[in-house]
């Protein structure tokens, strides 16, 4: 595969974790879960969070998965832009 081609997906690997961070933030204001952007946002990230969410156990009341999710989507970013 070209070089370009796998920063193209680098880059939406790392957009998408950024929107992985943006869903635990909202997570903190459970207000947040009735508008229509953030509704938009679990759409998005569900099919990846729902399994890590399943996978990985809380710590207490801790639900450590997206952190652990977004530490490996930014390794696999990095590793395809190669920075």
């Keep these: 595969m070209s070089q ?3 920063e193209y997906i680098g880059w939406l690997i790392q957009i998408f974790a950024y929107l992985v961070v943006a ?3 909202s997570s903190w204001f459970p207000d947040a ?3 229509p952007i953030v509704m938009l946002l679990y759409q ?3 099919p990846v969070m729902i399994p890590a ?3 990985i156990p809380r710590i207490g ?3 450590i998965s997206p952190m652990i999710v977004i ?3 930014f390794t696999i ?3 395809l832009t190669g920075q």
């Design 23 to 25: 869903r635990a933030l």
């Design 77 to 79: 970013s990095k590793a």
């Design 61 to 63: 009341m801790i639900d």
């Design 71 to 73: 530490i490996i989507l």
């Design 4 to 6: 370009a081609f796998l």
């Design 44 to 46: 998005v990230t569900d």
């Design 33 to 35: 879960r009735r508008n």
């Design 53 to 55: 969410s399943k996978l």
